[in-house]
């Protein structure tokens, strides 16, 4: 059976997924859904598109954590003032 390219490019991006931790998958899963969807409908580019989405929902992800960090650390100090 000869595998195809999209085959082995499916088969190494969920491979390379599956291996990311848990810590860092945050917003790498719903981007690589959203970007393969996307990727998908812009002329059948669904594994990179997947991949870029992946890319994306974890720098979004990662400056939610920081802003939620500032938050908490400015109540904190809100808290310590009174």
């Given amino acids: 059976m000869k595998a195809s390219p999209t085959r082995i490019a499916l088969i190494a991006t969920t491979l390379a997924l599956a291996s990311i931790g848990t810590a860092n998958a945050a917003g790498c899963l719903k981007g ?6 996307a990727g998908h409908y812009a002329g059948h ?5 997947a991949v870029g989405g992946c890319v994306v929902g974890r720098h979004i992800a990662k400056q939610h954590a920081q802003q939620q960090a500032q938050q908490q650390a400015a109540q904190r100090q809100a808290t310590q003032a009174q």
């Fill in 32 to 37: 690589a859904v959203v970007g393969g969807v």
């Fill in 45 to 49: 580019h669904a594994v990179v598109g």
